[in-house]
């Protein structure tokens, strides 16, 4: 019998690998900008053609390799920046792997260029082809090294596919320059993609490179934390509550100086917002949490996004309490731009309550200024009546109040019947809640409440007759997702198609949301998707799936309302009231909360002493 197994040559476990670290050019441009920090540079630019597909380049002014480590370079599990096992627990680079210049070169025609400072006056470049090296030759060049990635993928056909459209590879590539970027503002930075300059950051301090990176507006809404405890250190900067956006994308956050997307440490932020802005709604912040190399392994994922920690819950706490700490001193309440009548010395300490109402009050009042939307129609598009608010890279701004009513109804509702169309309307409470009245008695009304009661009974009615109605998104979003919720993804993708999602995979751990319920199709369905996927994270089976359904049709409804207190037209109250008689409230509330109280004459009489 013939011999079954062998030892891989390296150029496929160099191309396997490649699988792990090179997802798409961004990912190559990660490392090669991790490569270039870890060489001391002080200067790191960027070029690509079409998207990167057909030309990456990077160019840094770093102390370069001579000849021989160059070659090395190349090799597998080279690297000049651990030696033994231990080094493991003491990661103070980037890069450890040995893994990113071989792989890369593995699918791709390359070449790396480089000169040692204080080294041979000539630098050497090597071309390699597909892991094949073809030539390697003196070259004229300053000091510091300069890597070419062309044609990426060209002998990987099935990553080739994957790859999305220039712009969208160009969003990609200018993300990562970007959180790089934020998180070395001594580095000067410049990106173009096909002659055009996408960024150019010069060298500063990290509050100017944060306003260049998310938008010049977001400079007066950021202030600094500092916080951490004997080997913690946390610092940054977080925003008031009234720079807000729809996604996680501007929450920068590093560990070490290395970015890292962690739940942990997104829940400990968002955990500090609660209360204090929308759920749905994430701030802007680059967080800086420094600690002992040995108390968190970076070494857990091969792009290196999500890290352990020793102590979780200690550090967990010491992040939520660090940005915790600058929202209760409320300091944009002070801030002249922000709000100038406020009282200039408010108390440095006030009650949990207390505090998150009046940071709610502050954000609330904001938020009334007129938001800017970035909106851009596409060829051949039709404007809907309420225009979507288009998430595009670092620039985006969110609406956060809405004029449209909360969902369209299935058909036109029937004016005639029903106890709340009977009702005579005396008008809104506080923007949340209508009041109204039936002979003699006052009917209070919680409007959101209500609506999203509606929308959850109408989600039920079309999944028990044929299925949730869907809508395919004029502009297909994608996510991020770890490697967890990815799988999830996959395995419920059927289901989820069921209740009105279509996700497709769309190279690494990015899914793309090309449908959604048309109830939520409007509203970046981006949070709830994560929501949902954490739901099903818990629940495992298909099986689970089926029970699980209301609660995840209770997250859609709520989703699709308008939440907070939100003013209501005459009209929108009368077609809400109406919309309430077609609905089953004889059916349990998706939050058991009760929607409607009645409080007679006879209970107000007694309040007034009529009695
Ligand atoms: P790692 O970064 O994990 O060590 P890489 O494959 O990314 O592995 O790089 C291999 C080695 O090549 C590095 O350890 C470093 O010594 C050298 N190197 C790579 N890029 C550069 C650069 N831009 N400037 C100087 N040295 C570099
Ligand atoms: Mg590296």
């Not at 979780?312 to 002249?336: F, G, K, N």
């Not at 209740?499 to 497709?504: A, N, Q, R, T, V």
Request: net charge neutral; charged share 20%; hydrophobic share 40%.
């Amino acid at each position: 019998m013939s011999q079954r197994i062998t030892i891989l040559p390296e150029t496929l476990t160099n191309k396997i690998a490649a699988g792990e670290v090179v997802e798409r050019p961004a990912s190559v441009i990660k490392e090669l900008i991790e490569n270039s920090l870890d060489a001391g540079a002080t200067e790191i630019s960027v070029a690509i053609n079409a998207g990167g597909r057909r030309l990456i380049r990077v160019t840094d002014n770093g102390y370069g390799m001579s000849r021989e480590d160059a070659l090395l370079a190349l090799e597998r599990h080279a690297t000049s920046k651990i030696r033994v096992d231990s080094d493991l627990d003491n990661i103070l680079t980037l890069g450890f792997r040995g893994e990113a210049l071989p792989s890369i070169a593995s699918v791709s025609r390359f070449s790396l260029a480089t000169r040692e400072t204080g080294g041979s006056p000539e630098g050497t470049e090597i071309v390699v082809e597909g892991g094949r090296v073809r030539d390697v030759k003196a070259c004229g060049m300053p000091s510091g090294t300069v890597i070419t990635v062309e044609q990426i993928f060209f002998n990987l056909p099935p990553r080739l596919k994957f790859m999305k459209s220039a712009e969208t590879e160009t969003g990609h590539v200018a993300d990562v320059v970007a959180r790089m970027a934020v998180s070395r503002p001594d580095v000067a930075f410049s990106c173009t993609s096909d002659d055009r300059e996408l960024l150019r950051l010069q060298r500063s301090d990290l509050l100017r490179r944060l306003t260049q990176v998310v938008g010049r507006e977001s400079s007066r809404h950021l202030y600094p934390v500092q916080g951490g405890d004997d080997s913690t250190t946390i610092t940054g900067f977080i925003s008031s509550p009234a720079l807000v956006r729809s996604g996680t994308q501007a929450i920068y956050t590093y560990i070490n100086g290395r970015f890292i997307r962690d739940k942990v440490v997104q829940h400990a932020v968002m955990q500090a917002y609660r209360g204090v802005i929308d759920r749905g709604r994430y701030p802007v912040i680059a967080l800086f949490i420094e600690l002992p190399p040995g108390e968190v392994d970076v070494n857990v994922h091969p792009t290196k996004h999500e890290v352990r920690f020793r102590r979780q819950t200690v550090i967990h706490d010491s992040i939520q309490q660090a940005v915790e700490e600058v929202l209760r001193r409320s300091p944009w309440l002070t801030a002249p731009a922000a709000a100038p009548h406020q009282a200039s010395h408010p108390p440095a300490e006030t009650t949990g309550q207390a505090y998150r109402e009046r940071i709610a009050a502050a954000a609330q009042a904001s938020l009334a200024l007129p938001p800017r939307l970035q909106y851009r129609a596409q060829p051949g598009e039709q404007l809907d009546t309420a225009p979507t608010v288009r998430v595009t890279g670092a620039e985006q701004i969110v609406t956060v109040s809405e004029s449209s009513p909360p969902f369209q109804p299935p058909q036109p509702p029937d004016e005639s019947a029903g106890y709340f169309s009977s009702l005579t309307i005396i008008g809104q409470f506080h923007n949340e809640y209508i009041l109204c009245q039936s002979g003699s008695e006052l009917v209070i009304i919680d409007q959101h409440a209500a609506s999203e009661r509606v929308a959850y009974q109408l989600l039920k009615q079309q999944s028990q007759s044929g299925g949730i109605e869907s809508q395919r998104l004029l502009f297909p979003e994608t996510v991020e997702l770890s490697f967890s919720e990815v799988a999830v993804a996959v395995r419920f993708n059927q289901d989820l198609a069921g209740i009105g999602f279509e996700l497709e995979p769309f190279g690494g751990t990015t899914i793309m949301i090309s449908a959604a319920p048309r109830m939520v199709a409007r509203k970046a369905p981006l949070s709830l998707i994560r929501d949902i996927l954490t739901d099903l994270e818990r629940f495992g089976t298909t099986a689970a799936f089926d029970e699980a359904r209301d609660s995840l049709l209770s997250r859609i409804a709520c989703h699709s309302v308008i939440r907070g207190s939100h003013p209501l037209e005459q009209r929108q109250i009368r077609e809400l009231l109406c919309r309430m008689d077609q609905t089953d409230f004889a059916a349990s509330c998706p939050h058991g909360r009760p929607v409607s109280h009645v409080v007679t004459l006879a209970e107000l009489q007694k309040i007034f002493k009529r009695t």
